[in-house]
């Protein structure tokens, strides 16, 4: 079959091949599947550059997450033959085949397609684990989520908003701005640049906010501490900024907030009811129809280094999705 396989670490993408690999071989306990669609998240990016909290040994097969139909399964699994699944395991996601625990794979919404299945996962579970299982969001509240041209953003955005919240999204790319309201629902878009809180406030009727979302950290979480309602939460999501951001903790203290990390792979991992409840959650929403993923745009697997390249230079809204 053929794979991505990143075979040295790089910042230009040159450790990374598309090239001809052995299939994978399934072990007891695993679902064979055939990828059918899988989609790029930020961590694909980092795992190419070593720069992802998870380091893969080399050589590995790039991709978190994928959909496709089951090949092969335990007789025990709850899986059979031409079960249409989602998920992923880490790596091996962009590949024709992927041999996987059957835990890593939950059946497909009816009727959703394998694109759109392959941008549920990480960024919609992630926006579920934050928002909801972590923030408590309730409906009628005030959310800013940053960061939210992005997969992870994007769907927080619409998440909360189907959930009955008041968003503010932002980006930080000013030609971002016309194209996020285009793709979302979010009540006002801004651009997240200097001095926000003034904006937030002005939103909000000077309340602030309840939740923030925050996958970019850097500047960006050093103004959040400003636009944080007393009693509120500061999700701490991701740093696609690059900047690690520190804070003084009498400012949580003086203002009243809490600073949540969410890390929604190993919170599912360490809590699997609470995991699958949050999957299951995310999968009736998007049977629904209640959950969209937005595609930027859907490339075939030869195309990777576009996909990577549009990663890197922010050019994407949504979520690019690849195809064998
Ligand atoms: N905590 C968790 O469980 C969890 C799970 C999945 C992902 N994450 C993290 O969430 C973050 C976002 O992931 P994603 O898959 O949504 O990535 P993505 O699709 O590339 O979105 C990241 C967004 O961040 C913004 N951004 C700001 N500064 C940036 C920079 N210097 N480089 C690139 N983007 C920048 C960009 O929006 P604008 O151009 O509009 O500003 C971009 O759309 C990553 O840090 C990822 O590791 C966390």
Same mark, same amino acid.
Request: proline letters at 5%; glycine letters at 12%.
């Given at each position: 079959?053929?794979? #991505?396989?990143? !075979?040295? #670490?790089?910042?230009?993408?040159?450790?990374? %091949?598309?090239?001809?690999?052995?299939?994978?071989?399934?072990?007891?306990?695993?679902?064979?599947?055939?990828?059918?669609?899988?989609?790029?998240?930020?961590?694909?990016? &980092?795992?190419?550059?070593?720069?992802?909290?998870?380091?893969?040994?080399?050589?590995?097969?790039?991709?978190?997450?994928?959909?496709?139909?089951?090949?092969?399964?335990? %007789?025990? !699994?709850?899986?059979?033959?031409?079960?249409?699944?989602?998920? @992923?395991?880490?790596?091996?996601?962009?590949?024709?085949?992927?041999?996987?625990?059957?835990?890593?794979?939950?059946?497909?919404?009816?009727?959703?397609?394998?694109?759109? $299945? $392959?941008?549920?996962?990480? $960024?919609?579970?992630?926006?579920?684990?934050? &928002?909801?299982? #972590?923030?408590?969001?309730?409906?009628?509240?005030?959310?800013?989520?940053?960061?939210?041209?992005?997969? =992870?953003?994007?769907?927080? =955005?619409?998440?909360?908003?189907?959930?009955?919240?008041?968003?503010?999204?932002?980006?930080?790319?000013?030609?971002?701005?016309?194209?996020?309201?285009?793709?979302?629902?979010?009540?006002?878009?801004?651009?997240?640049?200097?001095?926000?809180?003034?904006?937030? %406030?002005?939103?909000?009727?000077?309340?602030?906010?309840?939740?923030?979302?925050?996958? =970019?950290?850097?500047?960006?979480?050093?103004? !959040?501490?400003?636009?944080?309602?007393?009693?509120?939460?500061?999700?701490?999501?991701?740093?696609?900024?690059?900047?690690?951001?520190?804070?003084?903790?009498?400012?949580?203290?003086?203002?009243?907030?809490? =600073?949540?990390?969410?890390? %929604? @792979?190993?919170?599912?991992?360490?809590?699997?009811?609470?995991?699958?409840?949050?999957?299951?959650?995310?999968?009736? #929403?998007?049977?629904?129809?209640?959950?969209?993923?937005?595609?930027?745009?859907?490339?075939?697997? !030869?195309?990777?280094?576009?996909?990577?390249? $549009?990663?890197?230079?922010?050019?994407?809204?949504?979520?690019?999705?690849?195809?064998?």
């Amino acid at each position: 079959m053929k794979a #991505l396989v990143v !075979s040295t #670490l790089s910042q230009d993408l040159s450790g990374l %091949a598309y090239t001809e690999v052995p299939m994978p071989e399934r072990k007891p306990g695993e679902v064979l599947v055939r990828i059918r669609a899988a989609s790029l998240n930020f961590p694909d990016l &980092l795992m190419t550059r070593g720069e992802y909290q998870l380091k893969p040994d080399l050589p590995f097969i790039a991709g978190l997450e994928f959909a496709g139909e089951v090949v092969e399964a335990d %007789a025990d !699994s709850g899986f059979a033959p031409g079960d249409q699944v989602y998920g @992923g395991n880490k790596t091996g996601a962009f590949a024709e085949y992927a041999s996987v625990p059957a835990r890593a794979v939950t059946r497909m919404p009816h009727g959703i397609g394998f694109p759109a $299945a $392959a941008a549920l996962g990480a $960024a919609y579970g992630t926006a579920y684990t934050g &928002l909801v299982e #972590l923030g408590g969001l309730k409906a009628g509240q005030w959310v800013l989520i940053h960061g939210a041209s992005g997969g =992870v953003g994007l769907a927080a =955005v619409e998440l909360a908003k189907r959930l009955g919240a008041h968003v503010i999204a932002t980006t930080g790319t000013p030609d971002k701005v016309e194209r996020l309201k285009a793709a979302s629902d979010a009540d006002a878009v801004i651009l997240a640049e200097g001095r926000f809180r003034e904006q937030v %406030a002005e939103l909000t009727g000077g309340a602030l906010c309840d939740l923030v979302y925050d996958p =970019v950290g850097g500047d960006i979480f050093d103004e !959040s501490t400003r636009c944080v309602a007393f009693g509120g939460k500061l999700l701490v999501v991701g740093f696609a900024g690059g900047r690690i951001a520190d804070i003084s903790t009498n400012i949580p203290l003086i203002k009243g907030f809490s =600073v949540v990390g969410v890390r %929604a @792979g190993e919170y599912a991992r360490r809590f699997p009811e609470r995991g699958k409840a949050i999957r299951e959650a995310v999968a009736t #929403l998007a049977a629904d129809g209640r959950l969209n993923p937005h595609i930027d745009r859907v490339l075939p697997f !030869s195309r990777w280094r576009e996909a990577y390249e $549009a990663m890197a230079a922010r050019g994407i809204v949504g979520k690019i999705v690849l195809e064998p």
